[in-house]
């Protein structure tokens, strides 16, 4: 069985942020994380739910155009698969989790990786907190977006796809699944 998808676009729009994605029923479930995510489990991460996106969308990299939602540079900053966590009742399902506010999860990205969790906050449908959980991949302290800046398959940073976007070289990446 093919594992659900993940993944995070960093996405220069207007403000900077960082598009996290989870494969859940049949789509990509999106959050806009403004600080990006963390491995420090102190760090609780605001994480605004957008629209979902289509799968083939995991992948995208190149710059949405001027005039358009969201206009300005996207590059795939991780991409990896997830397994739920399922509470030990019967029939409990990411769907299920996420409409229940608490959704805990095993990534297995290439930068991020353990357990994390979201949670929706009481009283705002729309905002939920990204927690790293404390295990093996925690790393108390330590900014992982600062250590990782560019893209995770073409090496590319924010300003080299605003270079070629500019010179017309650009190079979008898109391979679908
Ligand atoms: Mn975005």
Redesign the pocket.
Known sequence: MKQPVFNV?K?Q?SRL?Y?FRLEIGGVLK?W?IPKGPSLDPAMKRLAVQ?DDHDLDYADFEGVIEEGQY?AGP?LVWDTGWFEPLRAARAGQTAESMLRAGKLDFILHGQRLKGRFSLVQMKGKPRQWLLVKQRDNEARPGHDITEEYQTSVLTGRSIEDLERESTAGTLKTYRCGR
Request: net charge negative; glycine share 10%; aromatic share 0%.
């Open positions: 676009q996405h729009a942020h598009d999106s806009a957008v969201g996207v």
